[in-house]
């Protein structure tokens, strides 16, 4: 079963950077490299929206118009790893992140890190 598992959210001031990490493990049927990669934030009273999605080889990415050109996604398949380089970040940019393994129909998701945008 796949296990991802988010880290890097803390607490930052407006205008500066964070950098979100998920480590995948469990890869028993299909490796890593098959699945397409997605992040994905939960503020406080709103539902889950998407931020972005890099493609299995990571040759190409996603942004959700919030955070285009500030918000960088990458991935490095031999390490099972995914990043996500927040900068320029806003007040509302305070939220739940999670990340999220998809491939076919299936999908799983980490239980997310918490990031808080506050002056």
């Known amino acids: 079963q796949v296990h991802l598992e988010e880290s890097g959210g803390g607490v930052v001031q407006p205008g500066g950077s964070l950098r979100l990490s998920c480590a995948a493990s469990?890869?028993?049927?299909?490796?890593?490299?098959?699945?397409?990669l997605n992040w994905y934030r939960q503020a406080p009273g709103r539902e889950r929206e998407f931020v972005a999605a890099?493609?299995?080889?990571?040759?190409?990415?996603v942004y959700a118009d919030s955070v285009k050109g500030r918000f960088t996604l990458s991935r490095d398949n031999a390490k099972n790893m995914m990043f996500l380089q927040m900068n320029s970040l806003k007040l509302e940019g305070t939220a739940v992140y999670y990340c999220?393994?998809?491939?076919?129909?299936?999908?799983?998701w980490g239980r997310g890190t918490r990031v808080t945008v506050s002056s």
């Open positions: 999220s393994a998809v491939r076919g129909s299936g999908g799983s």
């Open positions: 469990g890869f028993t049927d299909f490796p890593f490299s098959s699945y397409a």
């Open positions: 890099i493609t299995r080889a990571g040759d190409n990415t």
